[in-house]
């Protein structure tokens, strides 16, 4: 199970450029397991970054779009 909330607007860094966003974080629980991802989203809707949850044991996954 995950619930999304927005945690406002911030600005990202993708390769030195700035873009200003808005950023939702997803909270997600099983019986065994807690995680959160978090997604950058510029004011177009184009996902410019996110940090997701892979396993326990590779971590998380950080993706940049780096290209428009």
Do not use: H, M
Not at 24 to 40: I, L, R
């Amino acid at each position: 199970d995950c619930d999304c909330g927005s945690a406002g607007w911030e600005t990202t860094i993708v390769l030195a450029r700035p873009y200003a966003t808005r950023s939702v974080t997803e909270s997600c629980s099983k019986p065994d397991t807690k995680f959160q991802n978090a997604y950058w989203f510029d004011g177009s809707g184009k996902l410019r970054q996110s940090e997701q949850f892979v396993s326990d044991k590779a971590g998380t996954l950080q993706l940049q779009r780096v290209i428009d």
